[in-house]
């Protein structure tokens, strides 16, 4: 959510972000929604005080004989009082109005984004690892695992497309790496684990952004809760309508939850394997921080991310993403692209981003400085993550540890968490 003061302020740099995003100027009309809405605020208070003036009066009229000037003073109280009721819906829709324009636009990007349209204007800012070199044709990971217990036909028949059911080793290995995943985040990386829910409302999906621009790529219960996408949303939400001590920041959270997303707007794409699923598993970083910690939390919130292509020794390469790749909430991203070899190509395993105070003030999350001279309390700035996705790292793993055989090494990372076995066969 963005401060209308600043945008009063500052129309042509709110315009100019704006234009990064590849959207038109917006500026005039919501200086305009929010003209209209201190109006009707004005009327409404100054309608409340002359009701008030008015009724105070009535007594000292009466008290000094004046009975017909206190009659007309009760008229004017009361032809105020059947007006209140018009003037603060007036009031109200006015707000409305303002929060749904507020709320339908993206955060803009800093300063250091480049500009671009899509993924194609995204820059490479570093590779790290080697490419495997194979004998032999690599395969894709679907081919790759079906022998090994990775069912998308029978999982096709209990929920349809997009699902997938893991049995056997690959079930294993998948446990595996959600477990090393979120055992190396918090005891090396100082996150907090937390199991959170997978059920929330309307207000937290609001909060992190997902509402309600892109309602159509979340699932929705009988009871008007929302399955999560991604532990962002209940992990960000935390912090919702909280006051904190600075001294408490950062606050970092990590979870390995399922995860649950309509793919909506992904018809044809990555129709086979595990790439884009209904339903997945992934580990989610949160960081909650003030705003000067913010830039620094996100590089290192990123290399936590790193770390675990690092340790699985899995060749990646991290992206600046353009203004037009970005997320809604997101004032800058760095995707983590896994190189599949099975694909030939690099594909995002992560992404970390800084929102800024964009989700703080939708969920009104804010802190209290240390500094005593300091007055009042300022919004947080909230980061995510995935640290990764547990999923695609199967995927990843499965391609680029694969054997002539049809086997798959296990990285030695994940050999303690398989009994240490060290590779997996049909």
Not at 179 to 188: A, K, P
Not at 204 to 219: C, I, M, N, R, S
Not at 275 to 290: A, C, G, N, P, Y
Not at 354 to 377: E, I, L
Request: proline content about 6%; aromatic content about 6%.
């Amino acid at each position: 959510m963005h401060d209308i003061r600043l945008i009063r302020d500052e129309p042509d740099a709110f315009d100019a972000g704006l234009a990064k995003r590849g959207l038109a100027p917006q500026a005039t009309e919501l200086t305009t929604l929010d003209e209209a809405r201190r109006m009707a605020t004005t009327r409404a208070q100054t309608a409340q005080a002359e009701a008030n003036a008015a009724a105070k009066s009535i007594g000292a009229l009466i008290s000094g004989g004046r009975k017909d000037e206190a009659e007309a003073k009760k008229q004017e109280v009361a032809a105020l009082k059947r007006e209140m009721p018009a003037i603060e819906e007036r009031e109200r829709a006015a707000q409305v109005a303002l929060d749904a324009a507020l709320a339908a636009i993206p955060n803009l990007p800093a300063t250091d984004v480049p500009e671009g349209p899509d993924e194609s204007a995204n820059v490479e800012l570093h590779a790290h690892g080697t490419k495997p070199a194979f004998d032999f044709d690599p395969r894709e990971h679907f081919d790759v695992g079906g022998p090994l217990g990775l069912d998308f036909e029978a999982a096709a028949a209990i929920s349809g497309a997009r699902f997938a059911a893991l049995r056997g080793p690959i079930a294993r290995l998948h446990r595996a790496l959600g477990q090393f995943m979120i055992d190396l985040q918090t005891q090396e990386h100082g996150y907090m684990e937390v199991a959170p829910p997978l059920l929330v409302r309307d207000e937290a999906v609001f909060g992190t952004g997902q509402l309600p621009k892109f309602a159509e790529d979340l699932f929705r219960t009988t009871d008007g809760r929302w399955l999560i996408p991604t532990a962002e949303v209940s992990l960000t939400n935390l912090v919702r309508e909280k006051i904190l001590r600075e001294e408490e920041l950062p606050l970092r959270f990590v979870a390995l939850t399922p995860c649950f997303r309509s793919e909506a707007g992904a018809a044809g794409r990555d129709t086979r394997g595990l790439i884009r699923q209904h339903q997945f598993d992934k580990v989610e970083l949160v960081s909650i921080t003030t705003p000067e910690q913010s830039a620094d939390e996100h590089e290192r919130m990123t290399r936590c991310a790193e770390t675990v292509l690092d340790r699985l020794s899995l060749p990646y390469r991290r992206m600046l993403l353009c203004s037009g790749d970005m997320g809604f909430s997101a004032i800058k991203t760095f995707d983590l692209e896994v190189w599949l070899p099975g694909q030939d190509r690099y594909r995002e395993i992560s992404s970390c981003s800084n929102c800024g105070d964009f989700q703080a003030r939708r969920m009104a999350a804010r802190y209290r400085p240390s500094d005593p001279d300091a007055k009042g309390t300022r919004f947080v700035h909230t980061l995510n993550g995935s640290g990764l996705a547990v999923g695609r790292a199967l995927v990843a793993v499965l391609e680029n540890f694969q054997e002539a055989d049809g086997s798959v090494r296990i990285p030695e990372a994940l050999r303690p968490y398989m009994g240490g076995l060290e590779r997996i066969a049909a």
